[in-house]
Structure formats: C-alpha cells, structure tokens
C-alpha cells in the first residue's frame, strides 16, 4: 500500500525553492481535484485546512512571586468553534506540574469536570468529534470544544498550583493541542498569577515558543490521500526547467502528516530522467501525529 506524491509530491503544501510549481496549497478545480496535479489513484481528495489541522500551542510564561496561576484557553473574534486537548504545563521534563483533567477525559454529558467556563454555555465536553487525525478509532476519548456564536471572548480555566523548589521567577512552558472551526477567530491564552488570599492578580506576560511549522505555512486546503485496499494513490505534477535551470541545485519540500498507515509508506519522489537511478525517494514508513517537513 503506498500513497505517493511525485514531481515529475498529504499534505500542507509543496515547494520547490525557485521553479514555478503551481499550486503548490492544493485549490480545487470544478471537479474537486487539486488544480494542475495528476491524480495517479483513488482516495484523493482536498479539504479545507481550517477544522482539520490540529496544532500545538506552546507559550512561555515565568510565575514571579506566585505560587498559583490561572490559565485560560479560548477564542474570540470569529464565529465558531476552537477544539483543545491534552494540556500541560511544565518547566522541564522533570517538572510537570498537575492539570486536572488535561484531555478532558472526565466530565458527565457535556460538562467538563475541573474546568471553569467563561461563559457558562461556551463551552463544552465532546466526544462526537474526538477523531485526533483522520482514520483514528473514535469513542476513546474527549477533546473541549469552545464556542462563540458571534465573535466575543469565551474561555475555559482551571487554577494551578505550582510544585517544586520554593523559588520565584520560574518560566514554565503551557503547551496544547488546538483546532480551529473559526477561521477568523483569535486564539486566547492567558495566565494570571493568584495572590495568597485567593484573589486574581495581574496578567503574566506569555510569549508564544515559535512552532516549527507555523499555521502560515498552511493553504486554506490540505490533500488527503488514503486507500481503502493495497494497491497506489497519490498526485504528480512535470516541471520544465531551462537549460540554465538544470544546472542548479533544486530543494523539494513538502509538509506530511501520516494519520494511519497499515502497511507499506507515503513516498516523495522526484524523477528528473528516464534513466535508472535518476529518481529520488524519500519515504515515510510509520504513522503518527505530527506534521513534518520532508525534503
């Protein structure tokens, strides 16, 4: 079973550093394919890239004097829904601090145990979207999902104690994974310190860690590529290069996310003759659930 992108290259999107790919983010054409590729088999399809990319969100924050912080996570700005799963909160691999509920695994109905909800109906426990990545069993589990009708700020929250050495001024890192169904929306992250009487302090400020592949990098589509049966899917699409052109070195580049993978790989290849030896394969063997480059 082998998906195949070629470049005679699922993904995020393609580039090829200085020759002139065209679309390289997968637009459609009328008939729902991605404009100028070759579709080599069956199981290719484009979706939107908004509601079916999740992202890790990690933000930087130092406690100061405190030795308790509220985090808030939520939206505003956009109509829609923002989904948020497996939180943490750690200053190194050997410091995780507790998060009640992090995945959001306990909750009766909808209500999400451990968490405050700002308001109290935008937000809520769900289990009918939990599908991680496409092909992943559903029903094990739960993610959150916040939601605003018309663009104002709705959250949810949880206290946290902070563990450890008894000293100020720790920097710890917040991290999440998070899905946006509102394109316009604005992700919140917030964290404000508690004083010892329990009441609500400043502001901490939180940096943003820079992602290593920033939601920027994205098209407003994706290409899925799966096969039901063993057999070959995948798109391709020629280059002409000048005579000065193939003289230079050219850099192939593509973002993956194998969702589920039985048996065989997902394989970026670039033939650049007709000659044995003249192609080159790079190939991805195992499933996971992170977006990579692969050049």
């Known amino acids: 079973m082998v998906a195949r992108l070629v470049l005679l290259a699922m993904t995020g999107g393609v580039v090829v550093s200085g020759a002139a790919l065209e679309n390289g983010n997968f637009e459609q054409n009328h008939e729902g394919d991605p404009a100028g590729w070759k579709v080599l088999g069956p199981g290719v399809s484009v979706k939107p890239a908004a509601g079916t990319v999740w992202n890790r969100g990690q933000m930087v924050f130092n406690s100061g004097a405190y030795k308790r ?49 700002e308001p109290a109906n935008g937000s809520s426990r769900d289990t009918t979207r939990w599908e991680r990545f496409p092909g992943q069993a559903e029903g094990k589990g739960a993610s959150a999902r916040v939601t605003s009708p018309d663009g104002t700020r709705s959250r949810i929250g949880q206290d946290v104690r902070i563990h450890g050495r008894n000293e100020p001024n720790r920097e710890f890192v917040l991290s999440f994974d998070w899905r946006a169904e509102a394109p316009d929306a604005h992700l919140v992250t917030e964290v404000y310190g508690i004083e010892a009487d329990g009441q609500v302090g400043p502001l901490l400020p939180v940096t943003p860690l820079e992602a290593r592949f920033p939601q920027e990098k994205f098209g407003k589509n994706i290409l899925s590529l799966s096969l039901g049966a063993p057999g070959e899917t995948g798109v391709s699409q020629p280059l002409e290069l000048s005579a000065d052109e193939r003289k230079l070195p050219w850099r192939v580049s593509v973002l993956v996310r194998v969702a589920k993978l039985n048996k065989g790989s997902v394989v970026l290849s670039v033939q650049t003759g007709a000659e044995a030896g003249s192609e080159a394969r790079t190939e991805i063997s195992r499933a996971g659930d992170v977006w990579q480059e692969v050049s």
């Not at 700005?77 to 190194?92: L, P, Q």
């Not at 009640?100 to 909800?117: H, L």
């Open 69 to 117: 912080v509220r985090i808030w996570l939520g939206m505003e700005g956009g109509a829609g829904s923002v989904w948020f799963d497996n939180v943490r909160m750690e200053e190194s691999e050997f410091s995780t601090q507790i998060i009640a509920n992090p995945s959001f695994e306990e909750g009766e109905s909808d209500v999400i145990k451990g968490w405050m909800q």
